[in-house]
């Protein structure tokens, strides 16, 4: 059974860094396709960023357009963890942080973690 667990999360002014972890265990997951979401208080889920392999050493990051420039994802496969460093925070970046994986042929995230939660302060 594939487990996903975020940690990372807390309390930091605007204009400030987080970064976020997502540990995989019951299965390597190297090639599979990883992503972060985010729902903040009365909205709905919504993509940040995610990560694929796209054969050999290399894979490629799309990203949510209100994150791009600010958000890296990253894994590190020795580790079956997947990063996403948040830089120049914003308040509205406030939300609780979930991370994905993608283990079925259909390319549906089916594997979610439990989240951490995100707080930006004006």
């Known amino acids: 059974q594939v487990q996903l667990v975020e940690s990372g999360g807390g309390l930091v002014q605007a204009g400030g860094s987080l970064r976020l972890s997502c540990a995989a265990s019951?299965?390597?997951?190297?090639?599979?396709?990883m992503g972060w979401f985010r729902q903040a208080p009365g909205a709905e889920r919504e993509f940040v960023a995610a990560?694929?392999?796209?054969?050999?050493?290399?894979?490629?990051?799309d990203y949510a357009d209100s994150v791009k420039g600010r958000f890296t994802i990253s894994r590190d496969n020795a580790k079956n963890t997947v990063y996403l460093q948040m830089n120049s925070l914003k308040p509205e970046d406030t939300a609780v942080y979930y991370c994905?994986?993608?283990?079925?042929?259909?390319?549906?995230?089916?594997?979610w973690g439990q989240g951490t939660q995100v707080t930006v302060s004006s």
């Open positions: 990560i694929r392999w796209t054969g050999g050493f290399r894979y490629s990051a």
């Open positions: 994905a994986a993608v283990l079925n042929r259909g390319g549906t995230y089916d594997y």
């Open positions: 019951g299965r390597t997951l190297s090639r599979d396709a």
